[in-house]
C-alpha cells in the first residue's frame, strides 16, 4: 500500500472516531495520583474518555484499540503501536516510550502521526494525564 492510501485510510479511521458533539464534562478526581492502580485509577479514565460510543470499545475498536474494561490491559501493554511499529502502545517503565501517553499530550511534535487524543473532544485534563503517567512510570502493573 502505498504511502498516500495508508493516511488515506488513517485519517478515515481517525474521522470515524472523532465526535464533534459538544464535548461531555466527565466528573473523574481532580487530583493526580501518585501511586495509581489500573482497575480503579486508570480503567476510570479509559471508560469515561476512550472507550465511549464511537471510539475504542468493544464494538468500533477503532485503530484496532479496546479500552473498554476487561480488554483494555491486554490491548495496550507491549503492545506494538500500529502508527509507530519501534514503540509500544503502552512501555512499562516508560512514559516517553508509550505512544499512547504521547498522543494525549498537548505537544503535537510528541505524536506526528496521529491528532491528539480524544479526538474531537476536550483533552484529558492535566491530572488525569499525569495519573496515566504514573501508572506507566511505576510498571503498568495490572493491579
Not at 1 to 29: I, N, Q
Not at 41 to 63: E, G, K, M, W, Y
Not at 80 to 93: D, E, G, N, S, V
Amino acid at each position: 500500500m502505498s504511502a498516500r492510501a495508508a493516511l488515506g485510510c488513517a485519517l478515515m479511521w481517525l474521522a470515524a472516531c472523532a465526535d464533534f458533539e459538544a464535548p461531555k464534562r466527565v466528573t473523574l478526581p481532580d487530583i493526580a495520583v501518585a501511586t495509581p492502580s489500573f482497575s480503579t485509577d486508570v480503567q476510570p479514565i479509559f471508560t469515561a474518555r476512550c472507550a465511549t460510543a464511537s471510539c475504542h470499545n468493544f464494538a468500533t475498536h477503532q485503530l484496532d484499540l479496546n479500552l473498554a474494561p476487561g480488554y483494555s490491559y491486554d490491548e495496550i501493554v507491549n503492545v506494538q503501536a500500529i502508527f509507530r511499529p519501534t514503540a509500544k502502545r503502552i512501555a512499562p517503565f516508560s512514559a516517553d516510550s508509550s505512544f499512547l501517553v504521547q498522543t494525549l499530550l498537548a505537544d503535537a511534535t510528541r505524536h506526528p502521526e496521529v491528532a491528539r487524543m480524544p479526538l474531537g473532544r476536550e483533552p484529558l485534563m492535566d491530572n488525569q494525564i499525569q495519573t496515566i503517567i504514573n501508572w506507566v512510570v511505576q510498571g503498568a502493573k495490572r493491579n
